[in-house]
């Protein structure tokens, strides 16, 4: 059984996920843990995203024919054989050390059940990178109030969580009826019911801002916000509708 398995649901990203999955590759070898799988769901793509996956040695690739992340992302947890789940997106950059510190964590830290780090926007402008980085330290304080004070939510960042399976056995795995946004606070709150949420900035991950570019900071991180509020203590998003963004 392997230690990880890094799930990535991929719908067009013929463009984005060679390198992706070299920077995947690449951790796996610098972490030296050469028993991370590596699972890639080829969600409904009408372009070259699975013949590009096919085309890494030892890539396990998913069709998944229902155009959802949630959906692709449970197909890829079934797929999957790792004692810890590792959801990244298809424009990310993991970097040398992730999974590394993944181990670390989770191997430190008996009752952690879920994991996550800040997303770094690569490819925005200076001052979008600076909110960016202003979001991500007011996200840190308000995931552990409503976790460590509270004790009725938690908060992961989509495409930068790691699960343990046990406990995303034990929770259902993914709620499939969302279809976007909210859908990385519906599973760290149902989790969080089972143990230890951690969000952590020991943990970044580097993204393509390419939403951000395309719908407006501050309009995309208020839309964000509002779904997680409401995924969090009314159980489901308020924004079903959302842009497929592409490079």
């Known amino acids: 059984m392997p230690k990880i398995s890094v799930v990535i649901p991929a719908y067009n990203e013929e463009r984005a996920l060679g390198d992706t999955l070299r920077a995947v590759k690449n951790t796996i070898h610098a972490d030296n843990l050469p028993d991370t799988e590596v699972v890639v769901v080829n969600n409904a793509s009408t372009d070259r995203t699975g013949e590009v996956a096919r085309s890494f040695e030892g890539v396990v690739v998913v069709d998944e024919p229902r155009k959802s992340l949630t ?14 789940i590792a959801n990244v997106d298809a424009d990310t950059l993991m970097h040398p050390g ?48 409503v976790h460590r004070v509270l004790g009725v939510a938690a908060f992961m960042q989509g495409g930068n969580f790691i699960i343990r399976r046990t406990a995303l056995e034990a929770v259902g795995g993914y709620d499939t ?4 946004y909210g859908e990385d606070s519906d599973i760290a709150t149902r989790v969080a019911r089972l143990g230890l949420v951690r969000w952590t900035f020991r943990l970044p991950m580097r993204s393509s801002g390419r939403r951000f570019a395309a719908e407006g900071v501050v309009r995309l991180m208020t839309r964000y916000v509002v779904n997680m509020i409401s995924t969090m203590f009314f159980n489901k998003p308020l924004t079903a509708e959302y842009k497929d963004i592409r490079k």
């Open 71 to 84: 959906r692709a992302r449970q197909a890829g947890f079934m797929a999957s054989r790792g004692l810890y």
């Open 98 to 145: 992730w999974l590394r510190e993944v181990v670390r964590q989770f191997e430190s830290t008996p009752r952690l059940v879920g994991l996550s780090g800040p997303y770094v926007y690569w490819d925005l402008p200076f001052f979008s990178r600076m909110f960016m980085h202003f979001c991500n330290f007011n996200t840190y304080f308000f995931h552990l109030f």
């Open 177 to 180: 009826s969302i279809e976007f």
